[in-house]
């Protein structure tokens, strides 16, 4: 019996081991994607808006439009991709939009290059000149491609197509190509052994250090920070309270202590739920050990919303700590000041943030050069949606429905249950100017009929504002469940129902959510 036992033990062994997977078992792809800058000029149209009192503001003749674009090839001559847009010059500070791009690249001439684009999205400023807040914005020019960056100039029309905002314009870019090194998504939640044995030059490449945070701010308002009035800026009133933000970040290292960033926040304390931020910048870390590590950043970009009329460019310098208690995660404390340039709005502030700290794409730590043990797969979904929400509670007018283009992520924490981040912009229903911003929880099952569907649901909770929208100070709550229809490993049609209420708020409205969803593997680097 006991010859019987140490020969299925060693069976039992033998195929734990047999089953032991390496990097030639990861179908790895590599996408030269990139990161554009663009900045847009129109004219404004000629108007005053009259209050009841008497008194009048006229709008300012042009505004400044600042866009941070993410583009992915799809084939060597064309892209899509996922933008944001800002208020930058004028009075139209707090203008914020979301969309999607399609756009073609070919060479003229060695570094010349014709490219155009058609950007279709949602969001808006003053209601009363975007209506819904549907946006195309369509262009063509020239691009000049050196090796790390690129420029260019572009002539182009932006419409909001459902108000009167918009018109021909000239723009430029800055380009600045980055490299999306992944796996496919059927090897999720995997590990795999590093050794010595593998055969795709892939590998050869250094991993790349990244973070990811949720940004918990205060704003302490200061100077000459006053309000919007309502709609009646000469109604406008100084702000002395504290101001709520949660926001979103993420970095990507260029070298061992210097990083690029962007990030995206939002109020759900303190006024009316509208106001919004967006910036992008550099970082670098001074004092770093094991556990500690000293940072300050200056970042450059747009905010604004329910506060009064600026042209919404805006600087934040800022400087802080993390304090790192395992390999992946750590607490950030930082301090900064929050300042529009060539307006009123400034504010000091303060903030915590729980950081995720990543080494992916290849088997080297990029600060040493150390082989690392293993790679570990986490799958990623990147989507596209259209949502529809009936019956929506705004201020000064019947309900209504609301159209709404929405970006989601979700990050699988197992191969069931996942974490989801989404925004999502109107843009037809009267309440352009509407955005929300949501993180949530879900979980999905396994795939069935012939591996093409698969089910889901989700609890998720934000915050929300704009476009008059009843919203309160903004928070919302949004449970929801679907349907994916999966056309490959990598790519699936999916729909899905939900009711979003506000809790400070008088919406209670019942949606339906359409789209796309294309998934891949993060490679996780483990030292």
Same mark, same amino acid.
């Given at each position: 019996?006991?010859?019987?036992?140490?020969?299925?033990?060693?069976?039992a062994?033998?195929?734990?081991?047999?089953?032991d997977?390496?990097?030639n078992?990861?179908?790895?792809?590599?996408?030269?994607?990139?990161?554009?800058?663009?900045?847009?000029?129109?004219?404004?149209?000629?108007?005053?808006y009259t209050?009841?009192?008497?008194?009048?503001?006229?709008?300012?003749?042009k505004?400044?439009?600042?866009?941070?674009?993410?583009?992915?090839?799809?084939?060597?001559?064309?892209?899509?991709?996922?933008?944001?847009?800002?208020?930058?010059?004028g009075?139209?500070?707090?203008l914020?939009?979301?969309?999607v791009?399609?756009?073609?690249?070919?060479?003229?001439?060695?570094?010349?290059?014709?490219?155009?684009?058609?950007?279709?999205?949602?969001?808006?400023?003053?209601?009363?000149? !975007?209506?819904?807040?549907?946006?195309?914005?369509? %262009?063509?020019?020239?691009?000049?491609?050196?090796?790390?960056?690129?420029?260019?100039?572009?002539?182009?029309?932006?419409?909001?197509?459902?108000?009167?905002?918009?018109?021909?314009?000239?723009?430029?870019?800055?380009?600045?190509? &980055?490299?999306?090194?992944?796996g496919?998504?059927?090897?999720?939640?995997?590990?795999?052994?590093?050794?010595?044995?593998? &055969?795709?030059?892939?590998?050869?490449?250094?991993? !790349?250090?990244?973070?990811?945070? !949720?940004?918990?701010?205060?704003?302490?308002?200061?100077?000459?920070?006053r309000?919007?009035?309502?709609?009646?800026? %000469?109604?406008?009133?100084?702000?002395?309270?504290?101001?709520?933000?949660?926001?979103?970040?993420?970095?990507r290292?260029i070298?061992?202590?210097?990083?690029?960033?962007?990030?995206?926040?939002?109020?759900?304390?303190?006024?009316?739920?509208?106001?919004?931020?967006?910036?992008?910048?550099?970082?670098?870390?001074f004092?770093?050990?094991?556990?500690?590590?000293?940072?300050?950043?200056?970042?450059?970009?747009?905010?604004?919303?329910r506060?009064?009329?600026?042209?919404? @460019?805006?600087?934040?310098?800022?400087?802080?700590?993390?304090?790192?208690?395992?390999?992946?995660?750590?607490?950030?404390?930082? +301090?900064?000041?929050?300042?529009?340039?060539?307006?009123?709005?400034?504010?000091?502030?303060?903030?915590?943030?729980?950081?995720?700290?990543?080494?992916?794409?290849?088997?080297? %730590?990029?600060?040493? %050069?150390?082989?690392g043990?293993?790679?570990?797969?986490?799958?990623?979904?990147?989507?596209?949606?259209?949502?529809?929400?009936?019956?929506?509670?705004?201020?000064?007018?019947?309900?209504?429905?609301?159209?709404?283009?929405? @970006?989601?992520?979700?990050?699988?924490i197992?191969?069931?249950?996942?974490?989801? +981040?989404?925004?999502?912009?109107?843009?037809?229903?009267?309440?352009?100017?509407?955005?929300?911003?949501?993180? +949530?929880?879900?979980?999905?099952?396994?795939?069935?009929?012939?591996?093409?569907?698969?089910?889901?649901?989700?609890?998720?909770?934000?915050?929300?504002?704009?476009?008059?929208?009843?919203?309160?100070?903004?928070?919302?709550?949004?449970?929801?469940?679907?349907?994916?229809?999966?056309?490959?490993?990598?790519?699936?049609?999916?729909?899905?129902?939900?009711?979003?209420?506000?809790?400070?708020?008088?919406?209670n409205?019942?949606?339906?959510?359409?789209?796309?969803?294309?998934?891949?593997?993060?490679?996780?680097?483990?030292?």
């Amino acid at each position: 019996m006991k010859k019987l036992f140490l020969i299925l033990l060693l069976m039992a062994s033998f195929q734990l081991f047999s089953q032991d997977l390496t990097l030639n078992d990861i179908t790895t792809t590599e996408l030269k994607n990139s990161i554009r800058l663009n900045h847009i000029f129109i004219n404004q149209p000629d108007i005053t808006y009259t209050y009841g009192d008497g008194s009048t503001y006229d709008l300012r003749p042009k505004t400044g439009i600042l866009g941070l674009n993410y583009n992915i090839p799809l084939n060597d001559w064309l892209y899509t991709g996922a933008g944001f847009h800002a208020a930058s010059i004028g009075d139209q500070g707090g203008l914020f939009t979301l969309g999607v791009n399609l756009g073609v690249n070919l060479p003229i001439y060695k570094k010349l290059f014709f490219d155009a684009n058609v950007h279709f999205g949602g969001g808006g400023g003053f209601r009363s000149l !975007v209506n819904g807040g549907a946006i195309v914005y369509a %262009n063509a020019g020239l691009q000049y491609k050196l090796e790390n960056i690129s420029f260019g100039v572009q002539y182009g029309y932006l419409d909001f197509i459902t108000g009167i905002q918009g018109g021909n314009n000239v723009s430029f870019f800055v380009e600045i190509p &980055t490299t999306l090194r992944a796996g496919s998504y059927k090897d999720a939640q995997k590990e795999f052994i590093i050794d010595d044995n593998y &055969t795709d030059d892939f590998w050869e490449k250094p991993a !790349v250090k990244s973070v990811q945070q !949720v940004k918990f701010d205060f704003f302490f308002p200061m100077g000459r920070t006053r309000t919007d009035g309502r709609g009646n800026f %000469n109604n406008a009133q100084p702000i002395t309270q504290t101001l709520y933000i949660i926001g979103f970040e993420y970095q990507r290292y260029i070298n061992t202590n210097t990083f690029l960033y962007a990030h995206l926040d939002t109020m759900y304390s303190g006024l009316r739920a509208g106001f919004m931020d967006m910036f992008f910048g550099v970082g670098k870390n001074f004092i770093e050990t094991k556990y500690v590590n000293f940072f300050a950043k200056f970042g450059l970009g747009a905010a604004g919303g329910r506060i009064f009329p600026e042209n919404g @460019l805006t600087m934040y310098p800022s400087a802080g700590f993390d304090v790192r208690f395992t390999e992946n995660f750590g607490l950030s404390f930082h +301090g900064g000041y929050h300042r529009s340039l060539g307006a009123t709005f400034e504010a000091l502030t303060s903030g915590v943030s729980l950081k995720y700290y990543g080494l992916s794409g290849g088997s080297k %730590n990029p600060s040493n %050069n150390k082989k690392g043990k293993s790679i570990k797969t986490q799958g990623v979904q990147i989507g596209v949606q259209n949502q529809t929400y009936f019956d929506v509670a705004i201020l000064d007018r019947a309900d209504r429905d609301l159209q709404q283009i929405a @970006l989601k992520l979700n990050y699988d924490i197992t191969n069931r249950i996942y974490v989801s +981040g989404e925004a999502s912009f109107a843009y037809e229903g009267g309440a352009g100017g509407y955005a929300h911003g949501i993180f +949530g929880l879900g979980i999905k099952s396994n795939k069935f009929l012939n591996n093409k569907i698969s089910l889901f649901a989700e609890a998720a909770a934000g915050v929300a504002g704009g476009g008059g929208v009843d919203s309160g100070e903004g928070v919302l709550v949004r449970p929801s469940a679907g349907v994916n229809y999966h056309v490959n490993d990598n790519f699936n049609f999916n729909i899905s129902a939900g009711q979003m209420w506000s809790p400070f708020g008088n919406v209670n409205s019942t949606n339906i959510n359409i789209g796309f969803t294309y998934s891949l593997s993060v490679l996780n680097l483990k030292k």
